[in-house]
């Protein structure tokens, strides 16, 4: 096919791919050594390109030629030989662990750099043409927080807004919202944008010991939206995981009788929104977009009655047979939920407060707390992607893969969140990775660009290809099939010509 001539860039991608080091294997699929890879688009050529990253649990790992970093699916244990007092020093350092900086998830732009990062308080810089690893960044030396998401947000500055943990901090244990500037002030250059990172606002667990495991967060104009669900992290076992023997994911609980709790920040006071919002208990990873309508706040979520995804990934799981066998015992559901921040504080109790047209309800109890019903708009899609520029406005489109029964995906999907319509594109043996949007410059439409997607075939002997797909009809424009072992992967993003630093600088 033929590529547009406007595409020049990178698609830059990240994902487990090492699973097996010495004679030691891991436990789960999410723990494998961090692969980078890159499609770089240059005058209608695609070029390809990966690497492990070199973090420094890797580099320790291939020493010892085994696993001696715990990752949250594997506790690995520190080398037999060594004498029995530093043996129990080590134990006693696991209380809160020393995580592994295997950043295996997102890929994120601060300040001009770009980052691979996971789920713990370490980043690596990365150089997105060679995919080199350069230095680690600690968030925990610029804000108490012992995880963070990988799935930060960017505002219209291009400062970086991300959420973390921050647990049993002098006696609480909160999450943390905090920014980190796109540039620093000229006269401090030598410092790097995370000297000058701020916390943004605090909200405190509602639970010192248990709090709220998340992996996105949204954002309107005007507000952060947090959402404290009741699948949490048990911080007492996790202290205790290292001498019971136990990953950290069997420290992770839900309970499906709890309430998840919804935390509106004002972004220019800095203050929560002091009504309780709530609904019923969900397990999810992934928001799409929010916005705010009308005195309400709309935002969309990818939401499990149960935790069930998660423990599909354990390698024992991942045999030949996987699509077949491992059947999800909750489908992922595109859920609305449109919540009134400006509502008659007369309202009568069980009273449904939204006056837009919606199936979304939300009620008023006679404690003054808000009771939540979602409107459903599709179900059977995950790894949500939207066009950026539409990111905390009204929007439209939503591309994702789609997904049955089993976790992985067969086809990718654009869904229209206001007439429900659904385009597919998919073909046999093809598991496609999450889609990417790209605008075309200067476009005046939502869905004017193309979508970008790896497809690895089921079958090991057909090589894997780049997708690439007109974004408004989901044609194909073209295909550039690599002839290397590609896996699948999670999550990337798109790097416009302009926005590399030349090799120079």
Not at 42 to 66: F, H, M, P, Q, W
Not at 224 to 230: L, N
Not at 320 to 326: I, L, V, Y
């Amino acid at each position: 096919g033929q590529l547009p001539t406007w595409l020049q860039g990178i698609l830059l991608r990240n994902g487990p791919g090492m699973h097996t080091i010495g004679d030691s294997k891991y436990n789960h699929w999410f723990d494998g050594m961090a692969l980078l890879h890159s499609f770089t688009f240059k005058n209608g050529e695609v070029y390809y390109r990966s690497k492990y990253l070199r973090s420094d649990t890797y580099n320790c790992n291939i020493e010892a030629n085994r696993i001696v970093v715990s990752e949250f699916g594997t506790m690995a244990y520190p080398d037999p030989c060594k004498n029995i007092f530093a043996k129990a020093f080590s134990y006693l350092s696991h209380t809160i662990p020393e995580f592994t900086d295997n950043c295996l998830i997102n890929i994120m732009k601060a300040g001009g750099d770009f980052y691979a990062t996971g789920e713990t308080n370490f980043i690596r810089k990365i150089n997105p043409q060679t995919l080199e690893t350069l230095e680690k960044v600690d968030y925990n030396k610029y804000v108490a927080v012992n995880v963070a998401t990988s799935h930060p947000h960017y505002d219209s500055d291009g400062n970086v807004l991300n959420m973390g943990t921050s647990i049993v901090d002098k006696g609480k244990t909160k999450y943390l919202l905090f920014k980190i500037p796109s540039s620093v002030p000229e006269q401090e250059k030598k410092k790097s944008c995370f000297q000058h990172l701020e916390v943004v606002c605090s909200i405190p667990s509602r639970s010192l010991l248990h709090p709220s495991y998340y992996h996105s967060f949204g954002i309107t104009e005007n507000y952060i939206i947090f959402i404290e669900q009741p699948f949490r992290l048990d911080i007492v076992k996790m202290a205790t995981a290292y001498i019971r023997g136990v990953n950290w994911a069997s420290c992770l609980a839900y309970n499906k009788d709890d309430k998840t709790w919804f935390h509106f920040i004002d972004r220019k006071t800095k203050k929560e929104v002091s009504t309780k919002f709530y609904t019923d208990a969900l397990v999810f990873f992934h928001h799409i977009n929010a916005y705010e309508e009308d005195g309400h706040i709309i935002f969309d979520i990818i939401a499990y009655t149960d935790n069930s995804l998660y423990d599909m990934f354990y390698l024992k799981n991942l045999g030949k047979d996987f699509a077949e066998n491992s059947r999800l015992t909750s489908r992922p559901t595109c859920k609305r939920f449109v919540v009134p921040l400006q509502y008659d504080k007369d309202a009568v109790v069980d009273s449904n407060l939204v006056t837009l047209p919606s199936t979304a309800t939300a009620v008023k109890e006679k404690d003054g707390n808000i009771y939540c019903q979602p409107e459903i708009l599709c179900e059977g899609i995950e790894l949500p992607r939207i066009n950026y520029d539409y990111n905390s406005k009204k929007y439209k489109y939503v591309f994702a893969t789609e997904v049955q029964w089993s976790p992985v995906p067969t086809k990718i999907a654009k869904f229209n969140t206001q007439t429900k319509e659904m385009l597919h594109w998919g073909q046999d043996d093809c598991w496609p990775s999450e889609p990417i949007f790209v605008p075309r410059p200067d476009a005046k439409e939502e869905d004017d660009g193309v979508v970008l997607t790896c497809v690895v075939k089921t079958d090991p002997k057909d090589p894997p290809f780049l997708l690439v797909l007109d974004a408004k009809t989901f044609t194909e424009l073209g295909r550039a099939t690599v002839n290397v072992e590609m896996h699948i992967d999670l999550h990337g993003m798109f790097i416009p010509q302009q926005d590399m630093k030349t090799e120079a600088e």
